[in-house]
């Protein structure tokens, strides 16, 4: 079992920066690719980001590139979404994952999950 919790969302204008984590516990946070979702209302949660165990490989959805960097720290079990240049459509709730098995692009694929943290970007 992973427990997992965001923090780090608000209310932030078009244009600037919120860096959110998810601090992890339970079994080996190591040893999981993670990743990073979120969910706008009336919408299906997608894909934002996600990266491997080690940190050697990252992912991001073509919408973030460039302005999106996912990071962990294993050794605080937390993970990191520096989100830069936000725009109004990154509006979402967003969550962290703990990832088990099939394409890392997928909710099915996850096996843990947070609570969701608010992201809110006003134009």
């Known amino acids: 079992q992973v427990q997992l919790v965001e923090s780090g969302g608000g209310l932030v204008q078009a244009g600037g920066s919120l860096r959110l984590s998810c601090a992890a516990s339970g079994r080996t946070f190591s040893s999981y690719t993670m990743g990073w979702f979120r969910q706008a209302p009336g919408k299906e949660r997608e894909f934002v980001a996600a990266i491997t165990w080690s940190g050697g490989s990252t992912y991001y959805v073509d919408s973030v590139k460039g302005r999106f960097t996912i990071s962990r720290d294993n050794a605080k079990s937390t993970l990191y979404l520096q989100m830069n240049s936000l725009k109004p459509e990154d509006t979402a709730v967003y969550y962290c994952?703990?990832?088990?098995?099939?394409?890392?692009?997928?909710?099915?694929?996850?096996?843990?999950w947070g609570q969701g943290t608010q992201v809110t970007v006003s134009s």
């Open positions: 994952a703990a990832h088990y098995s099939g394409s890392y692009l997928y909710t099915r694929a996850y096996r843990y």
